[in-house]
């Protein structure tokens, strides 16, 4: 059974950094394709960034420069490093796994997910 758990989320000024982090049972990181969805209040699930089985990373384009995806195949966890954070990108972040090797950043290709964990970015 697949397990992901988000955490790292929490409430920061506009400007600053988080570090989300989602610890993978019954899935090793380095698989097929992980990566980090968004939805803020009102809106659809959003891709952020994936990272493929080659270590090739993906994102959208809108964050390209201030987020940063990595994984860490000892402990099974993937980051989502977060800087230069504005209050649109407010939303609840998560975790997602998929079986597919071609990590299209679209919910529908993703066969797993965590619970989320919040991000609030004040300004």
């Known amino acids: 059974q697949v397990q992901l758990v988000e955490s790292g989320g929490g409430s920061v000024q506009a400007g600053g950094s988080l570090r989300l982090a989602c610890v993978a049972s019954g899935y090793t990181v380095n698989r097929a394709c992980m990566g980090w969805f968004r939805r803020a209040p009102g809106k659809e699930r959003e891709g952020v960034a994936g990272?493929?089985?080659?270590?090739?990373?993906t994102f959208a384009d809108s964050l390209k420069g201030r987020f940063t995806i990595s994984r860490d195949t000892f402990q099974n966890t993937l980051y989502l490093q977060m800087n230069s954070l504005k209050p649109e990108d407010t939303a609840m972040y998560y975790c997602?796994?998929?079986?597919?090797?071609?990590?299209?950043?679209?919910?529908?290709?993703?066969?797993?997910w965590g619970q989320g964990t919040q991000v609030a970015v004040s300004s």
């Open positions: 997602a796994a998929s079986e597919n090797w071609a990590c299209v950043l679209q919910p529908a290709h993703f066969d797993y």
């Open positions: 990272i493929q089985r080659s270590g090739v990373t």
